[in-house]
Every structure is written in C-alpha cells, then in structure tokens.
C-alpha cells in the first residue's frame, strides 16, 4: 500500500499533517506527532504583532512610558501571551529540525505588507524546509475595495518570496469576492501551495462582564465541505499544490479530500480533541479503506472526483445547490 504524496517539492510517507496548532510548540510533542505517523509538521504560527513589537522594544518602552501614553499600552498583546517569541521561535525550528525526520514547516502570520516579512530569511535559515504564510485579515476600512483586500495578499506573498528560495505555501480564508480568480493570482505570482481554508475565528460577547470575549470552537467533520468543493474545483487548473485544512476528522475526511485532488490532508482539532496518538488510528483506517476498495496508492485516487474528472461538474456549482434544496422533504409530522 502506498500512501506517499507530494507537498512543495518534498515527497511525503503520508498524505497526514498537522496543521499549525499549540501542539508543536512542544519539542516532546512533536517527536510523539512523528512516531504517531505524521508526515510533515506546520509549527504554530510567529505573529507580525510580536516582529513589531521586537522591532521597536515596545514592550520596554511602552512600560517606562505608561503616564504619557497608556491606551498604547492595549495596542498589542502583552509577550507572555504568545507560547514563543521570535528568537525562540528560531530556536524552536533549529531544536525542531535535529530531533525528527519528517519535514518542519515554519507558519508566518501577518494581516499587512512591511517588515515583518523579512524573517521569513531567518526562518530558512533556522532550517525550516518550507513556510506556511497565514495571512489572517479583516478588512474594516469601509474604503477598502475588494481589489486592494486581493493586492494585499499578492504583495505580502511576493515579499516573502523575494527574500526565500524554500518553498512558500498560502494559507488563505474563503471569503473572497472570486476565490477561483485570486487562487490563479497567487499561483502565478509564485505560491507553491495554497491552503484552504484559514478559520476566521469569531468574538464572543461575556453577558456578565459585557466584554468581547475571544472563542475558540473545534472544526466539526460538516467544516470539511468548503474546502472540499474550491480544492475540487482549482485542482488541475493551478499548478499550486493544494492543502486541505478544517474539518479533517477522519480517515473518510482524508480519503474525501484526496479524492478532489489535496495533495495532503491537514488536521488541528481532531487531534488537539483526541490526542497526538489519533494519527495512528486515522492512517490504519484509512489503508482499510483502501485495502477494501482495491486501491493500491494515495496517487491512484488523488483528483478522481474533482470537478474536471466528474461526470456532471456542475455539482460543485450553482446546479447541485437548487438540487439539494429541492431534495429536501419536511418530516410530514413536524407542524
């Protein structure tokens, strides 16, 4: 049985990654992820508040200053609210790198073009084999057009690219005007990956503190649809490889995700909720599938149900939406 796969340019035992999580910013963890199965390792991601907040001390600053300036004080979150800071980020790739085998993927995230993309060169040079860019952004500017919000994207991408020869995957949210149209843009202006999708996490509001609260709420298996139905439609028609993330619970989840045409299957809250060792439940469920449907490799089924192989495309459109509305029949016992 061959489970092997291809992500930027390194061939993988697996198509199973964990995607960046609190996990990997353990040591320890990341040796268990590895014996548990793990093919490659997105590591948590570095912040641009916390490049920034580096860049100008701050921190320290901020601190000498608070009678002149206070507010300013809110303006980023305090050091001790990130698991690691940039040196020791650096450090954590180099300690990363000598303790597995498989590959370790570095995750930059950041919401505008500046600065801040430069250490994407140290991360190469800590040894990271790849990066995930996360570009995490919520346009609130209500002068802010749609082809601005896109230009971003390109502009942050093509400044990490100018200062790395690793490769660089994208990992982008699904709210855009026309995904299929800015997935073509970043695959030509040099993506090697694009990661669908980025989960926006959403406030909550404390009724009894009446403050905005973060939240953080596990994927369910149904999170998987999205990203199932643009990884179907891009694949073939983008040279970008392509990772599917959110709602990867499962080897049916794997399996569904492949056959669109994912070249690997990421997955976070499956295993923040089940443990590490979940990895090696997913992997022999997903080779007893295999073994029980005739298939001899992961390469053998990968894109046989995307949209340019299917037999009716439209079922990733417009089409399959009005059937499934008119599929529906209300339970004649409910009024």
């Avoid at 291809?6 to 992820?33: C, E, F, Q």
């Avoid at 505008?112 to 040079?125: P, Y």
Wanted: proline share 5%.
């Amino acid at each position: 049985m061959d489970l092997s796969t291809t992500y930027l340019g390194m061939k993988l035992r697996t198509p199973m990654v964990p995607s960046a999580s609190p996990l990997a910013s353990d040591l320890g963890n990341i040796k268990r992820m590895e014996d548990a199965g793990a093919s490659a390792i997105v590591l948590e991601s570095l912040f641009e508040e916390q490049l920034k907040q580096e860049r100008f001390e701050l921190h320290h600053h901020l601190s000498a200053h608070t009678h002149s300036f206070p507010e300013a004080l809110t303006f980023f979150p305090e050091p001790s609210d990130y698991q690691l800071g940039p040196e020791e980020y650096l450090k954590h790739i180099q300690k990363a790198k000598g303790a597995v085998k498989i590959p370790i993927i570095a995750s930059l995230n950041g919401a505008s073009l500046g600065g801040w993309t430069d250490f994407a060169k140290k991360m190469e040079q800590a040894g990271a084999d790849a990066i995930e860019l996360n570009i995490y952004f919520i346009p609130t500017d209500f002068h802010l057009t749609s082809t601005q919000v896109e230009q971003t994207y390109i502009d942050i991408l093509k400044a990490v690219r100018s200062v790395v020869k690793i490769p660089v995957a994208l990992k982008l949210g699904a709210f855009f005007t026309n995904t299929a149209n800015i997935a073509k843009r970043l695959d030509e202006a040099g993506a090697d990956a694009l990661v669908l999708f980025n989960r926006f996490y959403q406030p909550d509001i404390d009724l009894e503190a009446l403050e905005v609260k973060p939240s953080v709420i596990f994927s369910t298996p149904q999170a998987r649809r999205l990203p199932m139905r643009w990884i179907a439609i891009l694949y073939g028609r983008i040279k970008a490889d392509l990772a599917a993330t959110s709602g990867v619970h499962g080897a049916e989840d794997v399996l569904r995700m492949l056959m669109v045409g994912a070249n690997v299957a990421m997955l976070c809250s499956a295993l923040m909720r089940n443990g590490i060792d979940y990895l090696r439940t997913v992997e022999k469920e997903l080779i007893r599938w295999m073994e029980e449907h005739e298939y001899e490799s992961v390469q053998q089924m990968r894109g046989s149900m995307s949209q340019i192989h299917s037999g009716d495309p439209s079922a990733y459109e417009r089409a399959q939406y009005i059937k499934t509305l008119q599929s529906f029949k209300p339970n004649p016992s409910v009024s």
